[in-house]
């Protein structure tokens, strides 16, 4: 793997790849070496059968991630050139979650702000604790957003809810994110943790080629009819039902016990 900031960490835990965003004196605001080397953590661990699942935490016990270091933004994003290698950067990182073939689960305690909260919405699964704050305050600092992060907002909360979050900026609690749809768990901090890993090794304990069958096909639902790929999602759903793993499955169910699945 290539070298990684010591602003983020990546490890690898068994079946679990973890990516902690490690920034707590800047409540984990995303620096643009962060970005990169959060898209090189991610191909690796789509790259390795050993890795199951990937988790995604802020370091600390303030901030998932507050959003970006707008520190930053003087020298980085200061001219039109200069904003089109931080956005690149910006952009390679949400496109390697996006696309990651692995179940991706962001662990939320905190602030949960403006790219925080992108990143976030990048997931498949989003478990929070009940002291998070969630918001996007762009229209405070006169940020505009893609397309694309718009899409991805828009396809969990709807477009009422996507436009409340920009127009007012406001922040909003764990409990109005769980109402808006944003985020799939709600828990007390001190179950979070626990939850949360118990949760991936489940994911992590059940059929590879199954949940990698399952994920493209979502993914491919989000795509524009015209570029959707069901070919490849069939390949794959066909290649669930070729596998050592299928009759694992069987035999397991029948002898009544737990199946080891190998993802071939």
């Known amino acids: 793997m290539p070298a990684i900031t010591d602003k983020l ?3 690898k835990d068994g079946a679990l790849g973890w990516i902690i965003f490690n920034n707590p004196a800047k409540r984990n605001a995303m620096s643009m070496d962060m970005y990169e080397a959060m898209a090189d953590a991610l191909q690796d661990y789509a790259r390795d059968p050993a890795i199951r699942v990937v988790l995604l935490k802020g370091a600390g016990d303030k901030a998932f991630v507050s959003g970006a270091d707008i520190s930053e933004f003087k020298e980085k994003r200061s001219s039109a050139e200069s904003t089109l290698i931080y956005d690149a950067a910006s952009n390679r990182a949400a496109k390697a979650l996006r696309e990651c073939p692995k179940p991706t689960i962001a662990m939320i ?3 949960c702000m403006g790219g925080g909260m992108g ?3 990048g997931c498949d699964i989003r478990i929070a604790s009940d002291d998070s704050r969630f918001g ?3 229209a405070k600092l006169g940020v505009g957003y893609r397309y694309e992060r718009l899409k991805q907002l828009e396809a969990l909360v709807g477009p009422s809810f996507t436009m409340e979050i ?3 900026g406001r922040q909003f609690s764990a409990q109005e994110a769980l109402t808006m749809g944003l985020i799939n768990r709600l828990l007390p901090v001190v179950e979070l943790e626990n939850y949360v890993l118990d949760y991936a090794n489940t994911i992590a304990g059940n059929a590879p080629l199954t949940i990698a069958a399952v994920k493209k096909s979502v993914v491919e639902m989000g795509k524009n009819e015209s570029a959707r790929d069901i070919a490849a999602c069939d390949k794959m759903v066909d290649a669930c039902f070729a596998s050592k793993d299928y009759i ?4 397991a169910f029948m002898e ?3 199946a080891v699945f190998q993802g071939s």
């Open 119 to 121: 990143t976030a919405v």
């Open 248 to 251: 694992e499955g069987r035999d």
């Open 109 to 111: 305690r905190g602030f």
């Open 9 to 11: 960490i990546a490890r």
């Open 256 to 258: 009544k016990r737990k």
């Open 136 to 138: 996007v305050p762009a």
């Open 166 to 168: 920009f127009y007012t």
